[in-house]
């Protein structure tokens, strides 16, 4: 799934120089071809509270502007995991063959 212009998306990383934490929601302002875009992150006002540009590795696309719609928690757990490394993946597996494993 390839970032657009104001999609919204959600930090996966700390960025050690930023008051801004992982989990934070921000929104694409501009795209510097597809190693970088610029992401605004803004209070509960609209007041920006930081402009950073990140890479997509740093980040996951939560909601796309094009269909005005939340992206389907499967395609966001497949963006996920195709930024882990292939042991990490494999943990991930193993934690979900364990949760069929644990009555609900």
Do not use: C, H
């Not at 540009?53 to 909601?63: D, E, G, K, M």
């Amino acid at each position: 799934m390839s970032p657009e212009l104001f999609d919204v998306v959600e930090l996966l990383v700390e960025l050690p120089d930023s008051e801004i934490q992982a989990g934070a929601l921000g929104t694409i302002v501009e795209a510097y071809g597809d190693r970088a875009y610029e992401i605004e992150f803004s209070n509960d006002e609209g007041e920006t509270l930081e402009m950073l540009a990140l890479t997509p590795a740093q980040f996951v696309v939560v909601w796309k502007s094009a269909t005005k719609a939340w992206v389907p928690v499967g395609d966001r757990l497949t963006a996920l995991m195709e930024k882990l490394p292939e042991d990490r993946q494999e943990q991930v597996l193993n934690f979900v063959r364990s949760l069929y494993k644990t009555p609900a």
